[in-house]
């Protein structure tokens, strides 16, 4: 066994430090181990037992088949990277393969080569890059925007609707690259008394000589009795024990067949890859450091070709006003654009007719309509006078029937915390606010007393959402009800979510599973109860929800095949993921922009505060010259609306006429917390720690 040049790295983001240098790479001669990557005095990563090199060369009742195996021939060193080389001997030809690494920082990079030499094709096979982890045994994967920590939640909930990888041998999770948030495959595991983690870093890329027009690599885990195994396959999909299947419809997955490579005599194919080692964890964070090093990768904090700031916020009012339904009595902002039953109003989650009570007399100035303010708060007095049950109050308003109905955690607690906002805001103003503010006693006087109750045991993160509007509801009435129930639950969500053995999940009212909006709600919850407590515990449960929330958030721009998206260019950077289940790109994110910058400001950390300017200035891009912007970027082979029976005909596509209300109110929410905070993000100042960029308390 050969010790190769030895670099060390720091782990990014963590202060863990080895008496050894933390990374190795040897190769040898050991049958079946021809390279091991060393990280905290163990072996982290091996090649298979099988060989270095594995190549199927048919394809059998719907999958790769009669693999073939090859070991390396020889070893070189040129300029810091080590190159090792081999062939494959096949009835049409040879098949030379080589492997070139170097240590990179925090991370082993690689470099596959395969080179096709036969004078005919090499029909129906199937390439792969494969590492095993040794004593990874029952690891979960965090495959970042389809699979978190195995999807236990969905699971329970809907196993036909979602990917579940419970680690148990036999399971395998192996998706489109292009399906990945973060193009990263991940697995955490407990050795003896400590946690574990390691990660495969891949660059994106469509196959050479597929045997579709966009067949892309696929990236994931297969668990085995010895350990795990991080791979990639030159297209193949499998989920949930089915083969040649990919999530593709909400309820369900659907056949995704014949992804082999028909290699062309001459063909050379190269595939790149960076392997991750991290000895020593906390459980539920071996994610963390991966993805610090995948936004070291490719950083996604470019604006350059994004739309202004402030366009997005003159094209989103107008289209607000759109929306308006200036009624004398009932006045507010439409959910849809022609609603079956009438004329609609619903507090929020898609809805979000109380946000612009708070959002557009801060913007008033900026939009240079002093109409603004009065729509916005003309609007949330009608909104206020919503009647209440022993669960809190209703949702939804039908102006011709004059009807309430609807009730949910999710939405009560979006809305309190709009409300709550509006509320500063008037105070700040000089502006009274008495309905706004009896609604939202009465709403927090109830779901204080609920939560504080014996028996409180929410079902899923959903009702993470009430936390921060009752953080500020004490700032406002001084009810020690309030915080005391704000922090009663926020322990309650770290004590349930920190390890991840409960991801965060159930924040998406049309999905019982992972989501991005309950790791928002979370961190929202969490980040709010620090701003009260100023405690470092609290901050740190921040991190870990906003970490969580991140692996939903795109840090590339992923290719589009001919369509509307590819026609404007679009770049998908900062789009966010909605849930395991609901496998589309919305503007959600957007939501959560300034909180992301505050957390710069917490963390000293300017990449967040970056991060924050490309998720809102990158999902303006899809607004039409009338202000309009639909939901559901279709960034994968995956659909809710449209034609939805051919799976290789989906990806691309966009759901333009969804154009419920939260699209807009999320935006402009945003923009009127970026005023408050003197935050511009078309001039940002990333390193700005004034207090104004990261207010205290209020």
């Given amino acids: 066994m050969k010790i190769l040049p030895v670099l060390s790295f720091l782990l990014l983001g963590s202060s863990l430090t080895f008496a050894e240098p933390a990374v190795s790479l040897r190769t040898g001669d050991a049958p079946g181990r021809q390279v091991e990557i060393m990280a905290g005095g163990r072996v982290m990563f091996q090649s298979p037992a099988e060989g ?152 994106p890329s469509l196959v050479p000589d597929g045997n579709h027009a966009d067949q892309w690599w696929s990236l994931g885990v297969a668990s085995k009795e010895e350990g795990a195994e991080l791979l990639l396959l030159s297209g193949p999909c499998t989920a949930n024990g089915k083969r040649s299947v990919t999530k593709s419809l909400q309820g369900k997955f659907m056949d995704f067949p014949d992804n082999w490579v028909d290699l062309r005599p001459g063909t050379v194919i190269e595939k790149s890859f960076y392997l991750e080692a991290c000895p020593a964890v906390a459980q539920g964070s071996g994610f963390r450091t991966p993805l610090r090093t995948e936004w070291a990768l490719r950083p996604p904090f470019s604006l350059d070709g994004l739309p202004a700031f402030d366009q997005i916020i003159h094209d989103k009012y107008r289209f607000a006003c759109s929306r308006f339904r200036d009624q004398e009595k009932t006045p507010g902002f439409e959910m849809y654009p022609d609603f079956v039953k009438g004329t609609y109003y619903v507090m929020g989650w898609c809805g979000q007719a109380e946000a612009l009570g708070f959002a557009l007399p801060v913007l008033e100035k900026r939009l240079g309509d002093p109409k603004a303010g009065t729509m916005g708060h003309r609007s949330l007095d009608f909104m206020a006078t919503a009647p209440f049950n022993k669960d809190g109050f209703l949702l939804g308003y039908t102006a011709e029937s004059g009807k309430w109905d609807g009730q949910d955690w999710v939405s009560q607690g979006q809305a309190m915390e709009n409300v709550a906002r509006a509320i500063q805001a008037a105070r700040r103003q000089g502006v009274g606010a008495k309905s706004w503010e009896s609604f939202l006693a009465k709403a927090c006087d109830l779901q204080a007393a609920r939560i504080l109750a014996g028996n409180w045991r929410p079902n899923s993160t959903a009702e993470g959402f009430l936390i921060s509007p009752l953080c500020k509801a004490y700032a406002l009435f001084g009810r020690e009800a309030y915080r005391t129930a704000a922090l009663k639950a926020a322990g309650h969500y770290a004590a349930r979510h920190l390890t991840m053995e409960e991801p965060y999940w159930g924040g998406t009212l049309d999905a019982s599973c992972e989501d991005k909006e309950g790791a928002v709600a979370a961190f929202q919850a969490f980040l709010a109860v620090y701003e009260m407590t100023r405690e470092q515990k609290h901050l740190d449960w921040a991190a870990h929800a906003l970490d969580v929330m991140l692996t939903w958030t795109v840090v590339w721009d992923i290719p589009m095949p001919p369509g509307r998206l590819a026609d404007h260019g679009f770049r998908t950077r900062g789009w966010t993921v909605v849930s395991a289940q609901n496998q589309h790109l919305d503007v959600f994110g957007v939501l959560m922009t300034p909180e992301i910058w505050r957390m710069g400001g917490y963390l000293k950390r300017d990449d967040l505060k970056r991060l924050a300017a490309v998720m809102f200035r990158s999902c303006g891009q899809s607004i039409d010259p009338k202000g309009s912007q639909g939901e559901q970027i279709q960034h994968t082979n995956f659909a809710q609306r449209g034609n939805m029976t051919d799976v290789f005909r989906m990806r691309g596509g966009y759901s333009e006429d969804w154009t419920v209300f939260w699209i807009t109110a999320h935006f402009l929410n945003a923009a009127a917390e970026f005023e408050t905070m003197g935050v511009d993000l078309d001039r940002p100042d990333f390193t700005d720690a004034s207090p104004a960029a990261n207010p205290p308390a209020t």
């Fill in 52 to 203: 270095l090199w594995s190549v199927a060369t048919a394809w059998k009742d719907g999958w790769p088949a009669e693999w073939r195996h090859a070991v390396p021939e020889k070893t070189e060193q040129a300029g810091g990277w080590t190159v090792l080389s081999g062939h494959l001997d096949l009835p049409q030809g040879q098949l030379n393969l080589e492997d070139a690494y170097r240590i990179e920082g925090s991370v082993v990079r690689g470099l596959r080569r395969f080179t096709w030499t036969g004078t005919v094709p090499l029909p129906h096979c199937t390439l792969s890059v494969r590492w095993t982890l040794p004593g990874a045994v029952q690891a979960k994967p965090m495959l970042p925007g389809i699979v978190h920590y195995g999807n236990p939640c969905g699971a329970r909930t809907n196993a036909n609707a979602v990917a579940v990888h419970a680690g148990k041998p036999g399971d395998e999770s192996i998706f489109e690259e292009h399906r990945y948030a973060v193009p990263m495959a991940v697995v955490e595991w407990r050795d003896g008394e400590a946690w574990r983690s390691a990660a495969l870093h891949t660059v």
